[in-house]
């Protein structure tokens, strides 16, 4: 979209929002919007800034001060991954820092009482991407006119704004204070705002509100239904409120870049948002980079883009297995191979469906002998040479070694390979008796064949489970592979149709005691294992089941516990219980993690870490490290 059609919408009339002028120090304008400020479209970058910007020393943290320019090209598999740019850009109330440290960044400040009682404090002069006052009017809106109208949000608030089922006391004593309170603690509240994807508890009430049935002539309403072609004026709002998917160009955000082509398909173009709050200490505004260019290209093209030299920055699409290959093209595509940590607990697991449809299989998924036989007859050594030449570490499902609550003991349990003790376990459960071809049967007497479904995005799964499925026939279990689309895959899990399914480990394998451990308990479909006790808890039983294990049933216990407790000292103790419980019920069949994340950066590009970690929670893969100070040397 060219950019005199991005400022169209931008400012009907400045002279009427109340634009104030930074007098801190003296801000250079873009180049980049630079005419349409000589042209009137757009107020001069004083005027676009908050009066108090979040200012960035780039210096103390040993990067260099950049300009603004250039275009950074970079690749997704799927169109719907546009949202990538919500998780990149990282611009949130609160965030981490490059040490996780949760610091206001949106926020101008923030009070925190004891985790009962949040005062957050807005940056005044702050706008939406399209010149309009960002408010406390925004939060007001969401919270009265989104989050609790049954007909935008059937399920009422998101979930972690309940605390034993009571909703916070929401206010708003001016245009730039916020508070959010409880009678009892809520320690998740922040870390959840500081997500990858997160929660949004703010719209831009302004230009929402055309399209709520209180805020618009029925008229009026009628038309934009007949325009849209769709029924109910709630289905309207809601196609227009996608602040996390990132694909409607009309939506204000606070983003650093803001979408600027309408129905694409193959590319995307993201420029920068001349509204953005943060600029650095010499009085440039950040984003430094102008333009962000997403191309969508099938899955198995990534590395031989990247190796041409068609990206200046990419990490998504890309494993460790295509190291070699990105290493050979650094030099004809001025590019460089970095090797970062990976922060997922597991860099491939296996999730047995406890909630599989089939009653005689979920009985023996249940069984916590199965799960470890199964864990004990893999070679986690042969993966480790065959797809990481050795690099990654082996072990079961647990936390990293730079969490607290890691334990040599969890990560080797029930994972060193022991064919004998696996054998013994499935006698035990009474899986004695086999077929003429050597697998085992189940009391019913179908065959043990284990049928895992994948999402066929990544080669080093099937490769692993194609050495899994020798190493399993060792004990009698027939391994069947069968790949399937993502979305289909999670669909069928969710339903109960999938007998076993991989994914990676728990995105978050750095937990420290303010992390919230609902993801491991019972609490979310996400978790693969256990989506009906995932679908109850979040539909406050609506649908799905109650768990029914007693491990499960603590898990759930424990979590609750943790909301309440009022220490760190007794959230640490909880959560190395609840790591504890994992490790030995074997949950999810972790096979090793530490793999390298291979993320080829232009040799133009600047400021992007040699060394980090590649962690979608806590970190949002690239946000963390803040790609709004990346810059093109000359």
């Not at 919408?9 to 002279?15: G, I, M, T």
């Not at 009571?166 to 998740?188: C, G, M, R």
């Not at 994914?503 to 750095?510: A, E, Q, S, V």
Request: net charge negative; glycine share 6%; charged share 25%.
């Amino acid at each position: 979209m060219p950019k005199r059609l991005i400022i169209a919408c931008l400012f009907a009339a400045c002279s009427l929002l109340g634009v104030h002028a930074v007098s801190a120090m003296e801000l250079q304008e873009s180049g980049f919007w630079q005419s349409d400020v000589s042209a009137g479209n757009l107020p001069p970058v004083a005027e676009r800034v908050p009066e108090a910007p979040k200012t960035v020393d780039l210096s103390l943290r040993n990067r260099e001060f950049g300009k603004q320019g250039g275009t950074l090209r970079t690749m997704v598999t799927r169109s719907k991954d546009v949202r990538q740019m919500v998780v990149y850009g990282y611009a949130r109330l609160v965030g981490y820092n490059e040490r996780y440290e949760l610091v206001p960044d949106i926020l101008a400040g923030l009070d925190n009482e004891d985790d009962k009682k949040f005062t957050m404090r807005l940056r005044p002069g702050h706008k939406w991407s399209d010149g309009h006052p960002f408010t406390s009017e925004d939060f007001r809106y969401w919270w009265e006119d989104v989050a609790n109208n049954p007909l935008l949000s059937p399920s009422g608030p998101v979930d972690f704004l309940r605390v034993e089922g009571e909703l916070p006391k929401v206010s708003f004593p001016d245009a730039h204070t916020v508070i959010y309170e409880w009678s009892k603690p809520n320690p998740q509240f922040l870390q959840m705002l500081a997500e990858a994807r997160p929660p949004f508890i703010y719209r831009p009430a302004h230009f929402m509100k055309p399209f709520h049935a209180d805020y618009t002539d029925e008229e009026e309403l009628s038309e934009r239904l007949y325009e849209a072609r769709v029924r109910s004026w709630a289905a309207l709002h809601n196609r227009q409120d996608n602040m996390y998917k990132f694909d409607n160009p009309d939506l204000p955000t606070l983003q650093p870049w803001i979408l600027a082509t309408k129905d694409g398909k193959s590319r995307f173009l993201f420029v920068r948002n001349p509204f953005y709050h943060r600029i650095d200490s010499n009085g440039v505004q950040l984003p430094y980079i102008d333009v962000v260019e997403m191309q969508v290209v099938a899955p198995g093209l990534v590395a031989a883009k990247a190796n041409a030299g068609e990206v200046d920055l990419q990490a998504r699409g890309l494993d460790f297995k295509d190291t070699a290959i990105l290493k050979k093209g650094e030099a004809q595509g001025n590019y460089s191979t970095m090797l970062w940590g990976n922060g997922t607990a597991s860099q491939i697991a296996i999730y047995p469906n406890l909630n599989y449809n089939d009653e005689g299989w979920r009985e023996t998924l249940r069984d916590v002998r199965f799960r470890r036989a199964l864990s004990l007859a893999i070679n986690r050594k042969i993966i480790n040479r065959g797809l990481y030449f050795g690099l990654a570490k082996q072990g079961g499902m647990t936390v990293l070694p730079v969490s607290p609550f890691f334990k040599e003991k969890n990560r080797d349990a029930w994972a060193i390979r022991n064919l004998d003790q696996a054998n013994a376990l499935l006698d035990e459960m009474g899986l004695d008796k086999r077929t003429k071809e050597g697998y085992r049967t189940l009391p019913d007497g179908r065959p043990v064949w284990v049928v895992i479904e994948t999402a066929g995005e990544r080669q080093e799964v099937e490769n692993a489970l194609q050495i899994i499925t020798d190493n399993w026939a060792e004990i009698g279990v027939k391994l069947i592979m069968r790949p399937l689309e993502r979305d289909i895959l999670r669909n069928r899990v969710y339903a109960g149709e999938t007998m076993a399914s991989t994914w990676f480990g728990w995105d978050n394998g750095l937990p420290q005691p303010y992390t919230s451990p609902g993801y491991l308990a019972p609490w979310d479909q996400a978790f693969l294992s256990w989506p009906k006790w995932g679908q109850y808890h979040q539909t406050h039983g609506e649908v799905g089941e109650a768990p029914d294990l007693p491990a499960a049933i603590e898990l759930n216990d424990l979590a609750h516990q943790w909301t309440q407790a009022y220490t760190s000292v007794d959230r640490a103790v909880i959560w190395q219980r609840m790591v504890d419980i994992h490790a030995d019920n074997v949950f999810a069949i972790g096979l090793l993690n530490g793999a390298p994340q291979p993320v080829v950066v232009s040799n133009r590009l600047r400021n992007v870490p040699e060394k980090a970690i590649w962690a979608w929670s806590p970190g949002a893969h690239f946000g963390v490290h803040r790609p709004d100070e990346f810059f093109f040397a000359e």
